[in-house]
């Protein structure tokens, strides 16, 4: 079950069969995640206070990677998304939302649904094993998520928490990486659709040695071996 906000999510009934979505390029959102945003357009301010009247859920989900766009200019979308609650909202003053989303979890969008809000609404396939979020999590090369995190921060000059990433589980791990990782839309789709915490973080692992060897090649030092 994941725990949302004050709302706990268990089985299918839980979930709505259609949502407003969010179409964000580079957005990661992940089961069990924590995602900050700053709202300011006026459809979806309209979108917010729409689902704050009702389930508090929205969509998140990146356009379509090919740049296709539907008849109305609206860009097409990827297939799957992530459903966030809306666990805390705050008003700037200035016309603004900035809102938390707790990831729930990931669905494929079914069909488009023609609506007058100014926001887009989907039908939508919630994928029910997200709702186990330890589902995998004894499977993940743990040692190998952390060497490369380490490698990549060296390579970059940066620091972590390092006592907090030791005693985090495996799936607040993966997730959180995967979530903070400056990787391309085309990546963070890749580890939204991983069918699992292992595949995801072996997809991570793989996505960031790449770019540690590519960061080698461009400096004429050697790559990760």
């Known amino acids: 079950m994941v725990h949302a906000g004050n709302i706990t999510y268990a089985r299918e009934r839980d ?39 009702g389930t508090r859920l929205i969509g998140m989900i990146q356009p379509r990677l090919d740049g296709e766009k539907l008849g109305s200019g609206e860009p097409e979308l990827c297939q799957v ?65 952390l060497s ?4 990549y921060l060296d390579a970059n000059q940066l620091e972590a928490d390092w006592d907090s990433v030791t005693k985090a589980s495996n799936e607040t791990l993966v997730n959180a990486l995967c979530m903070m990782s400056p990787y391309g839309p085309a990546e963070k789709q890749a580890l939204l659709e991983a069918p699992d915490l292992k ?17 080698g090649m461009e400096d004429g030092g050697p790559t990760l071996q």
């Open 81 to 145: 998304g992530c459903l966030g609650r809306i666990t805390s909202v705050a008003e700037t003053g200035d016309g603004r939302y900035i809102i938390n989303l707790a990831g729930v979890c990931r669905f494929r969008v079914t069909e488009e649904l023609a609506v007058k809000t100014g926001y887009r609404t989907c039908r939508i396939a919630p994928f029910i094993r997200d709702l186990d979020l330890s589902d995998g999590a004894a499977e993940v090369d743990r040692d190998g998520l």
């Open 199 to 215: 595949t995801r973080a072996e997809t991570l692992v793989a996505i960031t040695e790449i770019a540690l060897a590519r960061e």
């Open 15 to 53: 979930l709505p069969e259609t949502v407003a979505v969010f179409p964000l390029t580079g957005a990661l959102l992940l089961p069990g995640g924590q995602m900050p945003l700053n709202i300011f357009e006026p459809r979806y301010l309209a979108m917010i206070d729409d689902a704050l009247a």
């Open 148 to 151: 490369a995190f380490r490698q």
